[in-house]
Structures are given as C-alpha cells and as structure tokens.
C-alpha cells in the first residue's frame, strides 16, 4: 500500500464497547463474570431468550453508566429509556438487543489526549447501556466442513457504548484517545478495559475527505481489532486504501470491514447498516429511566480522583515532573501506592512531601521492574510488598542501617516473601558496615586483586576508583558504607596513612 498524499485528510470517529464490571448480567441474576467457566454455565431463561420471560434493570450498571458520563464531561439526562435493537444474528437469542436509541443516559462530553506535547479535545456523542450478545465459537471438523458452537454466558452482560465525535484526524490520535479512554474506565472502577480480553472492544469509523472539506466521506467500520497497535495499523491501512481508490477514480462504499493481522488488511464484511435497518422502538418490558440529580450528585461524590487531576496535583503538591507525575498516574492502584509510602514516609520523619521524589524514584524504578519481570499489577494478591514496607527500607537507607545496594536486595526479597525489611537486614546479616577496620580489610582483598585498575588510577583515570568501589561493595555483598568506602579507597591508593 503506498504512502497516502496530502490533499486529503482522514476522519475517524470510535465506538467503544466496555463490559462492566458488576456481579449480575444486566437484565437477570445470572452472574457476569463468565471469561473462565464452562461453556453456557451462567444462563437462565432470560438470557436465553425464552418467551414470556421479563427483564429487570441493574441499577449498579445504570449508576457505572452515570459515573462514565461524569468522567467524560457528559451532560447526564434527566430520562432516557431502553430500545429494541432488531437484527437477525445467531449470537443474538432474542432476536434483538436491548440497547438505547435516542434517549441515552449520557450526550455531550469530551476526553483530552495529549500527543506529542500538544493536547486536544475529542467530543464525546454519547454515552449509552445495553445488553452484549452471545459468542461464537468457529469449529473445523476433521472432514474439514466447519460449524460454529454458541457459548451464551457472555449474553445479557451489561455492556457500555462510547461513542465519539468524528474529531480523530489520524491513527497515533486513535490510539492516545482509547488508551486514554481506558485509564478513566479503570480509574472508576467501571470495566477492566482489556482488549485482549474482549472486555473492550473499538470500532473505528474511517473516511477521507479533500482537505479543507467540511462535508464528510463515506464512512467504513472497522471490526476484529483486539489491541492498539492492530487500531493503529488497521487504521493506516484504510486511510491509505481509501485514498488510492479514489485517486484511481473509484468510489468507496458504506461497509463493514474486518482486520486481517496476519495479513495486515482490512477484508469486506458486509455492508454497514443503517438506523432505521435494526427497527427501533421502545422497550416495551422495561420503564422509563428516571435519573434524579440527587441521585447524579450522590454518584458524583463517589467518583475517584481522575488521572488528569491527579497529575496535576502531583506536580504541584510533591514538585515532581510532569513525565514522573504522568508515569505514576498511569495506573490508579500504583498511584494510590506511591501516595500511601510517601505518607508512611513522611509520618517517620515529620514531612509527608518531603521524601516524595525518592519514593516516585523507587516506585518507577525497582518496584515497577519487579511488577514487570513477575507479570504484576500492584494490586494483583500475589504482590506481598506494601507501601509501609517501601517506607521502612527508605528509613533503613537514610537512618544509615544499610546502603541502597543492600535495600535492593531486602526490597526484592520483601517482594517475594512479604516479611518486614528490619527482619530480613537481620536475618541475612545486611546491616550496613561503617567499621573503617573491616571495610580496611575487604579494601585490601580487592587491591590485592585487582592490579591493573590499581596501575589505572595511579596513572590518572579516576574512573577506576568508581570500579574499585564497586568491587569492594561487591566483597561486602553492598554493605559497606558507600562514602566510607570511597574515603579509604582514595587515602590508601594516595599512600596517605
């Protein structure tokens, strides 16, 4: 596919679906965490789909629905309602999907994204609820006919519609603005947001238009996408197509595409519906949501501080970066963490901000490879470290009980086991030397040893002092005192008594 040219521009609008995280389906009792059960286990007959049953709302999906809304700077509406979505899919067992047409919970917000230093507003269109289907499961046999299977747990599980303005003019805004979008839904609580999973699922809608056209083009829904960096190929890929097509004197055609990863293409589908192909009308099992603004503003005073706010206090109340502000606040469990150790921090030495660079410096740093190496997220249950251990270890250093090489081990092994850093210094024998005696002994041991980084200072290259003091921490397994060590050093390569 060649390089697209400049006379026109992309416009990407995205719809996001996000499964919530409640106990129970949204419209019956039938629980909702389904990702690891036996097929069709969470059923009953409503979300079977069986005649003469009645549906029930479930007010905790409706209030996660008001929360999203709130943290999208959505206007909330005062009543909305539930429709019938007609359409004939073999994953939908009634034939049709409770959704919300024209009277959603939430219209009008926006979600700022920032990109390469700059930020921008995208606009939010709406905010709705409604129920997901089933899923399918394709099958080969072993003749090589195929058939597809019906698991109907997934069905009825409440699911949440964000849908934004066409305000997307490229892939990379794509992707800052689903990724963005994911940090609020976990922030809140309201969906574990996992493309892989399939808990968070994005349609992009693409077209192109000449540049400086107010009209749009022809939209093309993009589907099959199970990350952001397959959003942010599939986009390219389609931005680049429809472009060639229309130079060539083609035209493009309203449709639903699918992404091919492992050919790295968009393939036709079907060609995209219109809103009055699924014939919607009003719920008739189902009453007229009344959202009072008591009810609004109870909600609201529930809500988490949001990651923008946040940020922003970081660097104003704790002086830190803007990119460490924006790296502890990617996450709101390693967050609350880092804030949490500062406090445990501060309540030792009388200044909850003051040690607050040190304690980021440790949680971006050693914390966060060990999250990483072990595959943790800070609030997964095997993760044993806490933020009161993470405050002992810093009082351990600043108190001079041991050096940082050492709080690196008791770190990694607090991580592991769980047990109290005093314990671990004093059962591995840790405890910093600052004995000029002893350290004098490992001192010689590492001279005796090392000859040629000795000619190397002697000749004028203060870089092996940092060697010879990085050797004789190493005969101490890090428990020399750092500056202690470094003084010897340097008076017995001088000659000085």
């Given at each position: 596919?060649?390089?697209?040219?400049?006379?026109?521009?992309?416009?990407?609008?995205?719809?996001?679906?996000?499964?919530?995280?409640?106990?129970?389906?949204?419209?019956?009792?039938?629980?909702?965490?389904?990702?690891?059960?036996?097929?069709?286990?969470?059923?009953?007959?409503?979300?079977?789909?069986?005649?003469?049953?009645?549906?029930?709302?479930?007010?905790?999906?409706?209030?996660?629905?008001?929360?999203?809304?709130?943290?999208?700077?959505?206007?909330?509406?005062?009543?909305?309602?539930?429709?019938?979505?007609?359409?004939?899919?073999?994953?939908?067992?009634?034939?049709?999907?409770?959704?919300?047409?024209?009277?959603?919970?939430?219209?009008?917000?926006?979600?700022?994204?920032?990109?390469?230093?700059?930020?921008?507003?995208?606009?939010?269109?709406?905010?709705?609820?409604?129920?997901?289907?089933?899923?399918?499961?394709?099958?080969?046999?072993?003749?090589?006919?195929?058939?597809?299977?019906?698991?109907?747990?997934?069905?009825?599980?409440?699911?949440?519609?964000?849908?934004?303005?066409?305000?997307?003019?490229?892939?990379?805004?794509?992707?800052?603005?689903?990724?963005?979008?994911?940090?609020?839904?976990?922030?809140?609580?309201?969906?574990?947001?996992?493309?892989?999973?399939?808990?968070?699922?994005?349609?992009?809608?693409?077209?192109?238009?000449?540049?400086?056209?107010?009209?749009?083009?022809?939209?093309?829904?993009?589907?099959?996408?199970?990350?952001?960096?397959?959003?942010?190929?599939?986009?390219?890929?389609?931005?680049?197509?429809?472009?060639?097509?229309?130079?060539?004197?083609?035209?493009?055609?309203?449709?639903?595409?699918?992404?091919?990863?492992?050919?790295?293409?968009?393939?036709?589908?079907?060609?995209?519906?219109?809103?009055?192909?699924?014939?919607?009308?009003?719920?008739?099992?189902?009453?007229?949501?009344?959202?009072?603004?008591?009810?609004?503003?109870?909600?609201?005073?529930?809500?988490?501080?949001?990651?923008?706010?946040?940020?922003?206090?970081?660097?104003?109340?704790?002086?830190?970066?803007?990119?460490?502000?924006?790296?502890?606040?990617?996450?709101?469990?390693?967050?609350?963490?880092?804030?949490?150790?500062?406090?445990?921090?501060?309540?030792?030495?009388?200044?909850?901000?003051?040690?607050?660079?040190?304690?980021?410096?440790?949680?971006?740093?050693?914390?966060?490879?060990?999250?990483?190496?072990?595959?943790?997220?800070?609030?997964?249950?095997?993760?044993?470290?806490?933020?009161?251990?993470?405050?002992?270890?810093?009082?351990?250093?600043?108190?001079?009980?041991?050096?940082?090489?050492?709080?690196?081990?008791?770190?990694?092994?607090?991580?592991?086991?769980?047990?109290?850093?005093?314990?671990?210094?004093?059962?591995?024998?840790?405890?910093?030397?600052?004995?000029?005696?002893?350290?004098?002994?490992?001192?010689?041991?590492?001279?005796?040893?090392?000859?040629?980084?000795?000619?190397?200072?002697?000749?004028?290259?203060?870089?092996?002092?940092?060697?010879?003091?990085?050797?004789?921490?190493?005969?101490?397994w890090g428990r020399a005192d750092a500056a202690v060590t470094t003084d010897l050093l340097r008076k017995k390569l001088d000659g000085q008594p």
């Amino acid at each position: 596919m060649t390089t697209a040219v400049a006379e026109y521009e992309t416009v990407i609008g995205v719809e996001v679906h996000a499964q919530l995280l409640t106990r129970s389906k949204m419209f019956c009792s039938c629980r909702s965490d389904y990702a690891h059960s036996e097929a069709n286990t969470h059923v009953c007959p409503i979300c079977l789909g069986m005649p003469g049953v009645l549906p029930v709302i479930n007010k905790h999906a409706v209030e996660m629905t008001i929360m999203t809304g709130l943290a999208l700077n959505c206007e909330i509406a005062e009543t909305a309602k539930f429709d019938r979505k007609n359409y004939a899919y073999p994953d939908l067992m009634k034939g049709y999907q409770i959704s919300e047409y024209d009277l959603p919970i939430c219209t009008g917000g926006w979600l700022e994204i920032d990109l390469e230093g700059e930020t921008k507003r995208i606009g939010i269109t709406r905010v709705h609820l409604e129920e997901d289907t089933a899923k399918l499961a394709h099958v080969k046999a072993g003749s090589g006919e195929g058939y597809s299977l019906i698991d109907v747990n997934r069905s009825g599980v409440p699911l949440m519609e964000i849908v934004s303005e066409p305000d997307i003019r490229s892939a990379a805004e794509a992707r800052a603005y689903l990724v963005k979008l994911r940090q609020v839904l976990r922030y809140i609580d309201a969906s574990r947001a996992n493309m892989e999973e399939g808990n968070m699922r994005c349609e992009p809608n693409v077209s192109i238009r000449p540049a400086g056209s107010q009209e749009f083009g022809v939209k093309v829904e993009l589907k099959n996408i199970n990350s952001f960096r397959h959003v942010y190929d599939a986009i390219r890929f389609e931005e680049a197509r429809q472009r060639e097509a229309v130079l060539a004197g083609g035209r493009i055609s309203q449709e639903t595409r699918g992404w091919r990863d492992d050919l790295g293409v968009t393939v036709a589908q079907r060609s995209k519906e219109f809103a009055h192909d699924y014939r919607y009308f009003p719920e008739p099992d189902l009453p007229e949501l009344v959202i009072g603004r008591d009810w609004v503003e109870e909600i609201r005073r529930r809500m988490p501080e949001l990651p923008d706010a946040r940020r922003q206090r970081f660097q104003s109340d704790y002086r830190l970066s803007a990119d460490d502000s924006a790296r502890l606040t990617l996450n709101r469990a390693l967050a609350e963490f880092f804030e949490q150790a500062v406090r445990e921090k501060g309540s030792q030495n009388g200044n909850a901000g003051q040690d607050a660079k040190t304690v980021a410096n440790w949680v971006l740093g050693d914390v966060s490879r060990l999250l990483n190496q072990h595959g943790y997220e800070i609030i997964d249950p095997e993760v044993k470290l806490t933020a009161a251990n993470l405050a002992d270890i810093l009082r351990l250093i600043e108190a001079g009980a041991i050096s940082s090489t050492a709080a690196k081990r008791v770190l990694e092994e607090t991580f592991r086991t769980g047990a109290e850093p005093g314990t671990i210094v004093e059962g591995q024998g840790l405890a910093q030397i600052t004995a000029n005696s002893e350290i004098d002994e490992a001192i010689l041991r590492v001279l005796s040893q090392n000859s040629k980084a000795v000619d190397d200072y002697k000749g004028g290259k203060q870089e092996a002092l940092k060697f010879l003091v990085g050797q004789v921490m190493r005969e101490t397994w890090g428990r020399a005192d750092a500056a202690v060590t470094t003084d010897l050093l340097r008076k017995k390569l001088d000659g000085q008594p």
